[in-house]
């Protein structure tokens, strides 16, 4: 396939064949190799082909081989004659992630440490077949599906002041649970407040470098070696359930025939089907932000119990990586509302824009953008270069380099364990094999995808955390 | 996520990509479903305790084959269900439509039983069913 390189940090993929636009495709020298060993830039390209698509198919620096839409992939499609496609938002719909920081020091907790992810243990369900504490009702699951993060505030899982500081507002009020199928419902209703397993996880962290003091203030980073907790969780089975739901449902109605995978199925823009897709979609959405607004609570009740204290134990930000949604942007001089798919990608608006909750507004949002198990994780700045060039989205991992299976012959879960106790980094799983599968070294290096956000200038270092101890799911 | 002689596993970077193998397509049906199984529990560790008797139809085969293997993450999702054997897969072909039964096996999901990982969800991602004089082979991604 031909590539071109335009920058350091850009390549381009000419228009060939039934391409529409070019795709772009952001990388360095070094993880270029990763992208040329799987189907990434087959499938930007095919992306590329899909009807109404604006300016470029683009896939982002932690990119890898998905279904359909590559993982790290950016779309946009016109309002009018575009199409909107679930396979392009991924199953695991508003999988996100968010930080919240802590008054603590790595030194008041770390004799603590072990007794605080125990009780983390205890407080938030995790893992396959794990029930949450209670099964709802299918009332209170059809109130959280229209109403998100403030129906668990209401409930007295956290404060209003936490809504401020999540996009969205963690709560899509345009949501309609009616869209949601009973197999979806079915499936949610156990799983509320549930982390679920795979790459998810609940992080204690510290703060291991500041790259900008004031920005990082206005966060809520005060110092190197300051406590933060990340959660990083979806909309489980009900969110994969709708995607499921609706990728059957449009292939029965626009077919499949003509495209070179079944899962870039879609719908125009302006079909029933795609309006009814969106109802479900935001319903799936604040699902997942009641997820994580819930193992919040449990968090600060976890650190209440251990270190006494939770006060001060606030929400940075609460980032959605797989969603499409409605923005506005600049296309060719104009002014333009699109739908922008982002398929394990960030969104990093920059400063002024209205998405942004008013503490941000002025300075741009905070992006989240976690490692993996025993590597770092970054909290970045939207910029206004993401706005021109990548229709304001950066990364959101650091993303697989290496198979499961392989993982599984290559490492063994208790040897992970110890490799990271030996860098004070104590892990928990429901898993062994889970831990091997999930080990550092089947990712990039992240601090490298971080790297080419930075300096293509598509989100900016704010702050690096490491972890100090691992809840995986 | 080991391979045996009724299915094999297939790199993929990140999700799971397995061949499964049948002397006829029911047979490769249930190993299908015992791919995607043992991503999420080993199987010979699940009792045969609870009973399920499951109807599907598909309007191709693919379809047929996504539809089941969702019923299986769904009766999970939504029942605790841990799926130790499948018995009595039947196929039929009528008008246009393909049905399914079959008998499932298995227990409710307890703190004693040791999972591994999750499967989100089927995908059609390189989606393959394949007939030949040797028998049936299926190809399948989940998503992890």
New interface residues.
């Given amino acids: 396939m031909e590539l071109k390189k335009i920058s350091s940090y850009v390549w381009e993929i000419p228009k060939s064949g039934n391409m529409l636009v070019p795709g772009k495709v952001f990388t360095s020298e070094k993880l270029l190799e990763n992208l040329k060993g799987?189907k990434t830039l087959e499938q930007v390209r095919n992306v590329a082909c899909l009807k109404g698509i604006i300016q470029n198919s683009i896939v982002m620096p932690d990119g890898?081989?998905?279904?359909?839409f590559p993982?790290g992939g950016v779309a946009a499609f016109d309002l009018n004659d575009g199409i909107v496609s679930p396979g392009g938002v991924g199953?695991?719909i508003n999988c996100g992630v968010r930080v919240i920081t802590s008054p603590f020091t790595e030194k008041q907790i770390d004799s603590k440490k072990k007794e605080l992810l125990n009780e983390l243990f205890r407080q938030v369900p995790a893992?396959?077949?794990?029930?949450s504490v209670t099964k709802l009702s299918k009332d209170v699951l059809l109130e959280i599906l229209q109403k998100g993060a403030a129906w668990a505030v209401k409930e007295g899982y956290g404060t209003k002041a936490d809504l401020q500081r999540m996009e969205e507002y963690g709560s899509v009020s345009k949501a309609d649970p009616h869209a949601v199928s009973q197999?979806a419902i079915?499936?949610g209703?156990?799983?509320v407040g549930t982390l679920?397993?795979?790459n998810h996880f609940l992080e204690i962290q510290k703060v291991d470098k500041i790259y900008d003091e004031n920005i990082a203030k206005l966060f809520g980073f005060h110092n190197e070696g300051q406590i933060a907790v990340m959660i990083h969780s979806g909309s489980?089975?009900l969110g994969?359930?709708v995607?499921?739901d609706f990728?059957?449902s449009m292939?029965?109605k626009y077919g499949?025939e003509h495209l070179p995978?079944?899962?870039l199925i879609s719908a125009p823009m302006q079909s029933e089907l795609s309006q009814e897709y969106f109802k479900a979609m935001w319903s799936a959405m604040n699902f997942a932000f009641t997820n994580r607004q819930m193992m919040t609570h449990w968090t600060r009740e976890s650190f209440k119990k251990i270190l006494g204290s939770n006060d001060d134990m606030n929400i940075v930000y609460d980032v959605c990586h797989n969603i499409a949604k409605i923005e506005e942007h600049v296309i060719d001089g104009e002014k333009r509302k699109v739908c922008v798919h982002r398929k394990g990608a960030t969104r990093s608006f920059g400063p002024g824009r209205e998405e942004i909750p008013e503490v941000y507004r002025n300075i741009g949002q905070p992006v989240i953008i976690p490692g993996s198990m025993g590597t770092a994780s970054y909290v970045l700045l939207g910029t206004k270069k993401a706005e021109e060039i990548s229709f304001g989205s950066t990364a959101h991992g650091a993303g697989?380099?290496?198979?499961?299976?392989?993982a599984?012959q290559t490492f063994r879960g208790e040897s992970v364990v110890k490799d990271l106790e030996s860098k004070n980094i104590l892990v928990k799983g429901?898993?062994w094999?889970?831990i091997a599968?999930e080990t550092y070294q089947v990712y990039k290096d992240v601090d490298e995808v971080i790297n080419v956000s930075h300096n293509a200038g598509i989100g900016k270092m704010i702050v690096r955390l490491v972890p100090i101890a691992v809840m995986k799911? | 996520?080991?391979s045996t002689d009724r299915y094999k596993?297939?790199?993929?970077?990140?999700?799971?990509k397995y061949q499964a193998y049948g002397k006829n397509l029911e047979e490769a049906f249930v190993n299908a479903a015992m791919a995607m199984n043992a991503i999420?529990?080993d199987e010979e560790k699940v009792k045969s305790k609870i009973f399920k008797t499951i109807h599907v139809t598909g309007?191709d085969l693919?379809?047929l084959l996504?539809?089941f293997l969702?019923d299986i993450?769904?009766i999970?999702?939504?029942e605790?269900f841990?799926l130790a054997k499948i018995k009595n897969l039947k196929i039929e072909h009528i008008d246009k439509m393909y049905m399914l039964t079959a008998l499932l096996e298995g227990d409710v999901?307890t703190e004693d039983?040791?999972?591994?990982?999750?499967v989100?969800?089927?995908?059609?991602?390189?989606?393959e069913i394949k007939e030949d004089k040797k028998g049936v082979s299926i190809t399948v991604?989940v998503?992890?």
Wanted: glycine content about 10%; proline content about 1%; overall charge negative.
């Fill in positions: 799987d890898h081989q998905g279904y359909g993982i199953y695991d893992g396959v077949g794990k029930a197999k079915s499936r209703q156990p799983q679920g397993s795979g489980r089975g994969h359930q995607a499921s990728i059957k292939d029965d499949h995978d079944r899962e697989r380099v290496m198979s499961r299976s392989r599984l429901t898993s094999k889970g599968e799911g | 996520m080991q596993f297939i790199d993929h970077t990140a999700d799971a999420i529990i309007k693919k379809n996504y539809n969702e993450l769904v999970l999702d939504a605790m841990l999901a039983y040791q999972t591994n990982e999750h989100k969800a089927v995908t059609y991602n390189d989606m991604v998503d992890l």
